[in-house]
């Protein structure tokens, strides 16, 4: 059991994060108030952290204090632009509700309260933890849950404590059907960032996929380079999107219909013999068989289903062979969604098959590195036990660790018990589906350490937070990306904490030094550790500091630039027929499954992002929240009008299982279908902490109590939620 009779949700505030009288962080404050800043103007490249894109970055200085952002010029992901909520990155410096010190959740005077600690106080009391897990279940029994660059190191330091559990939301919360799908065809995954040539496209399809809004800087600007040079943009999604506003075709799909569309595009592609016979003939596994499986899914048959007309359908087909091979029907992100997602995500591939563009310029080109090795580590410990995610490798597709899967065996206690979690950077009430159970989870836990900047839902949970400085305040990482050229970027501190925060690399190596584990940090500043490999691999620190990045020579991206022709598959070919996927008992080609509906009079959930937003992490950046400090509901304009509501209306939306939302405006509108209703992920924060985000909006993720999990990896489908709209007034 835990030290706390039963773990509960407390509420930090930046009160009791300032209980202890000549802390740390306010020691830190007042040095920092009698320092001389800097005369002038300062700038220093680094690069972004208000999502995972990565964009090469130069923070501007102003006689010491932050000033302004901009995308460094050289850097090849931002191409010297950032997105709104990359300019916006000094609000995450200054929100005066960040995480200040390390805090525990102690019982004083008989009353469970957080106490500031010292970092000493609070990476002894989880070091003796870990060593009391290890010794009664083994190391494998702490799992550690990271989102994005900067849980590098911690994830090293858990490899050397000896777990193998480790795992991200960013797989079977999202891309990981993808993934999936695209490897079971070619052979190869899409990977971060996107191997897709969406500059060069003059063909793109997007499925859902809402670039623009969906804010992923490379993407977007090169999205905006194709429609200039005139691509031609098909767009399927229940909502009419800002992407569909570029459309030539726009299709209006019935949610959860993707498949049916899919199979009746490459059914007009073959019968009508418009696909690349060249490619198939010569790269090809199986297609005769593919051929016949799709043969009686016309454009008629998928009428009724998808809700597109047959000869939208069929014009849309004829648009996208009239372009390949510089056709790229993308293959989205954030795509759990319905249960048969790696299914569809494998159509998705097979359609990009038929306009032969995998290897080809306006397709899939082949993302290259910079060759920087790793240091050169001790070996870890070979864990005695396997990942605790996916026994008996029931999900045979699934090759990243499943979250889900590590909650549920924290739950089970099998096949063996999990019984502390490190949460890096992730907010999981807001990342996994059905909180209940992330609840019971926690409640088996002896130990739950949260880092993070903010003070989070998931925070309130913990019993040690620790605070981790902005990116704008430390290093992580190089950022070795595979892409279109090879580079090598890094994150630099801009200007320094203001309160006693603390870079994960430091947390990691101290913590790993309490474990016994030194070893595995023989360097004693992340500066030696980048030194290190960057000798190694002949480039210079000097010259990386100040430029930000260090750009290799171009190598070739294409098959027509002499990139060898191969395909890891079993078959050495794409495999339009998968004898894999035949022989673990599922559909070797794609087939529809037709989705449940909801209850009568319901509605389908849908949801997305916000181009100033990131998840539910940006919600007490002031200067992000000035743009958009609130998310809305859309329904149907003849929907709303027949409830008697209007835009600006005050309603709660209640879901299949009784569970009533916040308070949340209405957005009536003519760009959504009437199935279905939309809003934007990440708002309607509980804890009180986030004082400006608290009470705004709604949770989608509290609307999510069910998912469906796709048979072939593991993945949690989340538009599988249905609510009713119930006004404000009928709430008091
Ligand atoms: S896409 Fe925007 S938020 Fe993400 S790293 Fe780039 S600039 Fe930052």
Request: charged fraction near 25%; include cysteine; glycine fraction near 8%.
């Amino acid at each position: 059991m835990n030290d706390l009779s039963r773990r509960r949700f407390l509420k930090i505030s930046t009160a009791a994060a300032g209980a202890v009288a000549a802390s740390g962080a306010v020691l830190k404050a007042a040095q920092r108030a009698t320092r001389k800043p800097s005369a002038g103007i300062q700038n220093i490249p680094t690069y972004c952290d208000i999502c995972f894109w990565k964009c090469g970055a130069i923070a501007y200085l102003k006689d010491g204090e932050l000033w302004k952002i901009e995308g460094n010029p050289d850097d090849p992901l931002s191409r010297g632009r950032l997105c709104p909520r990359g300019t916006g990155g000094i609000g995450a410096h200054t929100d005066p509700d960040r995480l200040r010190a390390p805090l525990m959740k102690k019982s004083v005077r008989g009353a469970e309260e957080w106490v500031e600690v010292t970092w000493d106080e609070a990476l002894n009391f989880i070091a003796k933890k870990m060593r009391e897990i290890k010794a009664k279940h083994g190391p494998e029994s702490m799992a550690l849950f990271s989102h994005g660059i900067g849980g590098n190191f911690l994830k090293h330091t858990f490899k050397a404590f000896g777990s193998p559990n480790i795992a991200a939301p960013s797989f079977a919360q999202c891309r990981g059907p993808r993934d999936v799908g695209f490897r079971l065809t070619f052979g190869e995954d899409v990977s971060s960032p996107e191997r897709t040539d969406i500059k060069n496209a003059q063909c793109l399809v997007l499925i859902g996929s809402h670039l623009g809004e969906n804010m992923h800087n490379t993407q977007v600007q090169e999205f905006a380079e194709a429609i200039e040079k005139g691509a031609s943009v098909i767009v399927v999604d229940p909502r009419f999107s800002i992407a569909a506003s570029k459309a030539k075709y726009y299709l209006p799909i019935k949610p959860g219909t993707d498949n049916a569309l899919l199979l009746a595009w490459m059914n007009v592609l073959v019968t009508e013999g418009r696909y690349d016979k060249e490619f198939v003939q010569k790269h090809g596994f199986g297609f005769p068989q593919f051929a016949a499986e799709i043969s009686s899914f016309t454009p008629e048959w998928a009428y009724p289903e998808t809700g597109i007309d047959p000869e939208l359908i069929r014009a849309s087909a004829r648009e996208m062979a009239k372009h390949r091979p510089a056709t790229l029907v993308h293959p989205g992100r954030h795509v759990t969604w319905y249960g048969d997602d790696a299914q569809r995500s494998r159509a998705i591939a097979l359609l990009n098959a038929l306009f032969g563009n995998w290897g080809r310029k306006g397709g899939f080109y082949f993302p290259v590195s910079m060759d920087v090795p790793g240091y050169p580590y001790p070996a870890y410990p070979k864990p005695t036990r396997e990942k605790v995610d996916n026994p008996g490798h029931r999900y045979p597709f699934a090759h990243e660790t499943i979250t889900t899967g590590i909650r549920e065996a924290t739950i089970s206690e099998k096949p063996y018990p999990i019984k502390g979690w490190f949460v890096y950077a992730t907010n999981l009430f807001h990342a996994l589906p059905n909180e209940a159970e992330t609840i019971q989870a926690i409640q088996n836990l002896d130990l739950l350490v949260v880092i993070d900047v903010i003070p989070s839902e998931i925070a309130g949970w913990a019993d040690v937070v620790l605070p981790e400085s902005v990116y704008l305040e430390r290093h992580d990482d190089l950022n070795v990306e595979w892409f279109r050229e090879p580079f090598v970027a890094l994150r630099q501190p801009v200007i320094e904490a203001p309160h006693d925060q603390k870079p994960n690399w430091w947390m990691a190596r101290e913590l790993a030094i309490k474990l016994g584990l030194g070893a595995y940090y023989p360097w004693k500043h992340i500066e030696e550790y980048f030194e290190h490999r960057l000798n190694a691999a002949g480039l210079s620190y000097a010259e990386l500091k100040k430029n930000g990045i260090i750009r290799g020579a171009k190598q070739p991206i294409y098959f027509d630039e002499g990139v060898p022709i191969q395909f890891p598959t079993p078959s050495g070919k794409v495999e339009f027929f998968s004898l894999q996927l035949q022989q673990a008992g599922f559909d070797p080609v794609p087939k529809y499954r037709r989705p449940a509906a909801g209850p009568p009079g319901s509605f389908r959930l849908l949801y997305g992002r916000a181009p100033v937003h990131s998840f539910s992490r940006t919600h007490t950046n002031r200067i992000l929240m000035d743009m958009m400090d609130t998310n809305e509901v859309w329904p149907n304009a003849d929907v709303a009008m027949r409830m008697g509501l209007k835009s600006g209306d005050r309603v709660r939306l209640r879901n299949q299982d009784g569970i009533l939302s916040n308070s949340i405006r209405v957005k009536a509108t003519e760009r959504i279908r009437t199935d279905c209703v939309y809003m934007v992920h990440g708002f309607g924060h509980t804890a009180k902490g986030m004082r400006f985000a608290f009470g705004k909006g709604a949770s989608d993720a509290q609307l999510i109590t069910r998912y469906e999990i796709d048979p072939l990896m593991g993945g949690t489908a989340m538009n599988v939620n249905f609510v009713t709209i119930e006004p404000e007034t009928a709430h008091g």
